[in-house]
């Protein structure tokens, strides 16, 4: 029992450390890498299903609190089920459908706890989207050939259409190892595309270095 009492109580000082810790990332350079998920709402969950997500991001502390940088993302995600199936009773033939996205914005991230290796954030970012939807029937003979895909946030077979987007959410990132740590964060992403926004949720997490500035 008394063991057990040992590690409970260094377990607690050893977290109670991480959090009192400070250490300023002022000055330092961040890169990070993320995969996850990508969740379509509002008339977007009409048309897609959850899907893909994956993320690379470089960005510079101006100071204690804030950092800006730039984030590329790209997301993949499946025609729902009504999508394919009003493709498959416009063409006559079995219809499969997806989506790719593409995402070039710069962010902006506000930290809560700036010197502190469990640090809470606060993000926005705005950019261009590039939106892509693909679909193709497949024939009698086993071939499978492009289709048009034409319903909102759906642009025609093989063409990138690009809009302007904005996104906000918040996360956490967590410093283990003096530069390495890892995050996960929770956005908000608003593409104005032509008739209704296309409006999802991404949820990633990864691998974060901490570089000293050149």
Same mark, same amino acid.
């Given at each position: 029992?008394?063991?057990?009492?040992?590690?409970?109580?260094?377990?607690?000082?050893?977290?109670?450390?991480?959090? &009192?810790?400070?250490?300023? =990332?002022?000055?330092? #350079?961040?890169?990070?890498?993320? *995969? %996850? $998920?990508? +969740?379509?709402?509002?008339?977007?969950?009409?048309?897609?299903?959850?899907?893909? &997500?994956?993320?690379?991001? =470089?960005?510079?502390y #101006?100071?204690?609190?804030?950092a *800006? %940088? $730039?984030? +590329?993302?790209?997301?993949?995600?499946?025609?729902?089920?009504?999508?394919?199936?009003?493709?498959?009773?416009?063409t006559?033939?079995? #219809?499969?459908?997806?989506?790719?996205?593409?995402?070039?914005?710069?962010?902006?991230?506000?930290?809560?706890?700036?010197?502190?290796?469990?640090?809470?954030?606060?993000?926005?970012?705005?950019?261009?989207?590039?939106?892509?939807?693909?679909?193709?029937?497949?024939?009698?003979?086993?071939?499978?050939?492009?289709?048009?895909?034409?319903?909102?946030?759906?642009?025609?077979?093989?063409?990138?259409?690009?809009?302007f987007?904005?996104?906000?959410?918040?996360g956490?990132?967590?410093?283990?190892?003096?530069?390495?740590?890892?995050?996960?964060d929770l956005?908000?992403?608003?593409?104005?595309?032509?008739?209704?926004?296309?409006?999802?949720?991404?949820?990633?997490?990864?691998?974060?270095?901490?570089?000293?500035?050149?």
């Amino acid at each position: 029992m008394k063991r057990i009492l040992l590690v409970a109580v260094l377990h607690a000082a050893l977290v109670s450390a991480s959090w &009192a810790q400070e250490e300023s =990332v002022s000055g330092s #350079v961040e890169t990070s890498a993320g *995969v %996850g $998920g990508s +969740f379509p709402i509002a008339t977007f969950s009409d048309n897609a299903k959850t899907g893909f &997500a994956l993320g690379l991001h =470089v960005g510079y502390y #101006v100071n204690h609190f804030i950092a *800006v %940088g $730039g984030d +590329f993302g790209y997301y993949a995600n499946n025609a729902s089920d009504e999508l394919n199936k009003k493709l498959s009773d416009d063409t006559g033939t079995t #219809v499969e459908a997806e989506f790719d996205m593409l995402q070039l914005t710069a962010y902006g991230k506000f930290l809560l706890l700036p010197k502190k290796s469990v640090a809470p954030y606060a993000k926005a970012q705005l950019g261009y989207y590039w939106l892509r939807g693909k679909a193709k029937a497949s024939l009698d003979d086993g071939s499978d050939v492009p289709v048009n895909c034409s319903p909102p946030g759906c642009p025609s077979v093989q063409e990138w259409v690009s809009d302007f987007g904005l996104g906000a959410g918040a996360g956490v990132h967590f410093r283990f190892w003096g530069i390495v740590g890892a995050f996960g964060d929770l956005i908000y992403n608003a593409v104005f595309t032509e008739g209704d926004t296309t409006q999802f949720v991404s949820l990633q997490g990864g691998i974060i270095v901490f570089l000293p500035s050149i």
